[in-house]
């Protein structure tokens, strides 16, 4: 059974930092692009970014390039999503999902796997 479990998520003002985690078990890790979405209350799930099974591509949503960085690490099947520079507009549920493909892409609906969600809050 494939489990992602997000961590990490919180409260932090304008301008500050948090990094996300998001462990993986019941899947090939090494062969799973994987991915991290968010979702605000009331709006679709939107992408925030991507990264290929090595991890030597990744992929961003405009909103977040230049403050977000995805990395994973395939001896831990964990995946992280380093966030700087928060604003307000970041704050959503932050879902980790894994898609058996091996081209990193922004599509929802053709990851495989989803994880329950972190909730990250910015606000002073």
């Known amino acids: 059974q494939v489990q992602l479990v997000e961590s990490g998520g919180g409260l932090v003002l304008p301008g500050g930092s948090l990094r996300l985690s998001c462990a993986a078990s019941?899947?090939?890790?090494?062969?799973?692009?994987m991915g991290w979405f968010r979702q605000a209350p009331g709006k679709e799930r939107e992408f925030v970014a991507a990264?290929?099974?090595?991890?030597?591509?990744?992929v961003y949503a405009d909103s977040v390039k230049g403050r977000f960085t995805i990395a994973r690490d395939n001896a831990k099947n964990t995946v992280g999503l380093q966030m700087n520079s928060l604003k307000p507009e970041d704050t959503a549920v932050y879902y980790c999902?894994?898609?058996?493909?091996?081209?990193?892409?922004?599509?929802?609906?053709?990851?495989?796997?989803w994880g329950q969600g972190t909730q990250v809050t910015v606000s002073s």
């Open positions: 999902a894994a898609d058996k493909g091996w081209r990193p892409h922004g599509i929802p609906t053709n990851y495989d796997y």
């Open positions: 019941g899947l090939t890790f090494s062969r799973n692009v």
């Open positions: 990264i290929s099974w090595s991890g030597g591509s990744t």
